[in-house]
């Protein structure tokens, strides 16, 4: 995936309403180009007429994921850039492990990415 998907907003289903579309567990993404239509991560098409705008309004039902939950190795970035410094280094990424949510830099010197240490608007996004 490339930097722009995987900044694309996403949101997990944590409670549902009477007549909702959306299953508990429910990861939503954005069909590109649609105003209103949502896919699951099983790529499931759901017309639930609802709009970013509204989901965003009730966080109580719908909580936004950080760029990196719920992502596989083969869909993270092989380079991220920190946003936490006016650098803005940016670090290649030898091998994701997706258990710990590290980025190893270099594995025999124990460098890493981690993207649990720095709150998500001072940590690092994805870069092509």
Excluded at 96 to 112: A, H, N, Q, T
Aim: net charge negative; proline share 5%.
């Amino acid at each position: 995936m490339n930097a722009k998907d995987l900044m694309q907003p996403r949101f997990e289903v944590i409670e549902t309403y009477p007549k909702s579309k959306f299953k508990k567990g429910d990861i939503l993404e954005r069909i590109p180009n649609a105003t209103n239509d949502w896919y699951n991560a099983d790529k499931s098409l759901i017309n639930a007429d609802i709009l970013l705008d509204e989901i965003e309004q009730y966080p109580h039902l719908f909580r936004k994921m950080n760029w990196w939950e719920k992502r596989t190795t083969d869909q993270m970035p092989k380079k991220v850039m920190s946003i936490f410094d006016d650098k803005g280094d940016t670090f290649e990424i030898q091998e994701w492990d997706m258990e710990i949510l590290v980025g190893w830099i270099d594995k025999k010197e124990r460098s890493c990415c981690s993207l649990l240490t720095f709150k998500p608007e001072y940590g690092y996004v994805p870069v092509d």
